[in-house]
């Protein structure tokens, strides 16, 4: 077997690809590591069109273990990561109707249990931080206080800027067109970067970090067949009302879950989701027309204040999420030497310094003291 050129090569460098070559430099592996980008730019297409929050709320006590882990780097990034702070902490707000309150609520105690602080607010109180709301559609809601806003572009760039100091090599416009596969071993990748001709690159492991591409390229390499969905979620932006104008730059985001909404500040104005989940293809996904009208038409029943009155901006990305909704970490149990880093869904941002470490431990070390990494290994869906 030809000797391999990098000890691991990652396909996309997004926020998951990214915060894997950071832990991976961290652990003395810089200058074995090659990160490929198929476009442009990093952080295309996901990560560059999130809403950019640390949320430690999710229904999926998994997911809230992983953000509650991350959330220490993400309030307090080590020391010369960043220029400026990772965080705004605004605080995070989820509302719910009379009929989901009561269980909403219930989840508060559990939650501190696994270091997460909520506080339960019933209506008045919320509305007098959040003077929009309705009372038909909201009964009482719980705030997360060490939450915020997150700015997304330093923590990009501070993973990806640590990873190259540390000699780590990031290419773009390197589109990875197959897996290279010996004796059912991954070995390498087949790539082509820009007008030059396709070319084969070894590497002792690759990382399948390529966002809604995951599955494809894993059914290339006949590895685990793990169904991922990439799924649509649309944004706007709108300018708030000129009496609230003032008012709305210190608001959290809010999020309705059961009635599929959130809102927040954005540069002066409000952003908005109907938290829509429309099954894609792999995709430069662009936002619908429905799917914008539903978002103003639940602001309107939600946050009647709120109607836009004009869209300033619209958007689409794509979530990707695997059948349990929990990420894909590990080893593929098919074919050796193929790593998942994939089906982050809507929280990989949030999650990427918990996820990023637990891939390098178990790249390295084979195992990792940091999460039982049977809960999210490939071999789980078996």
Known sequence: MARPLHEVIIIGAGIAGASLAYFLARRGLGDGVLILEREDQPGYHTTGRSAAVLAEYSPLALIRRLVAQS??????????FSESPLLERAGLVVVADAEAWPALERLTPVMAAEGIHAVPLGFAA?????????????????????????DVHALHMGYLGHARRAGAVLRVRAEVTGLL??????????TEAGAERPMSLRARWVVNAAGAWVGELGRAAAAAPIP????????????????????????????HEHRGLYFKPESGGLLASPMDETPSPPCDAR??????????????????????????????????????????????????????????????????????????????????????????SAGRFR
């Not at 596969?181 to 087949?190: D, T």
């Open 71 to 80: 959330a220490p780097f993400l309030r307090q990034p080590p020391p010369g």
């Open 287 to 376: 936002p619908a027309e429905e799917d914008v009208a539903l978002c103003a038409e639940r602001l309107s029943r939600i946050a009647p204040p709120l109607t836009p009155r004009s869209i300033s901006r619209r958007w689409a990305g794509l979530r990707t999420f695997s059948p349990d909704r929990v990420p894909v970490v590990g080893e593929d149990p098919r074919v050796p030497g193929l790593f998942w880093l994939a089906g982050q869904g809507g929280m990989g941002i949030e999650s990427s310094p918990a996820l990023g470490a637990i891939a390098a431990d178990l790249l390295l070390d084979g195992r990792t003291e940091r999460f039982d990494a049977r809960l999210l």
């Open 126 to 150: 919320l509305a007098e931080r959040l003077p929009v709301l309705s009372e038909e559609h909201v009964a009482g809601g719980l705030s997360f206080p060490g939450d915020g806003h997150l």
């Open 228 to 255: 991922f969905s990439p799924l649509r979620r649309t944004v706007i932006t709108f300018a708030a009302p000129e009496e609230l104008e003032r008012r709305v730059r210190g608001w959290p985001l809010v999020e």
């Open 181 to 190: 596969v010996e004796r059912g071993r991954c070995v390498g990748v087949q």
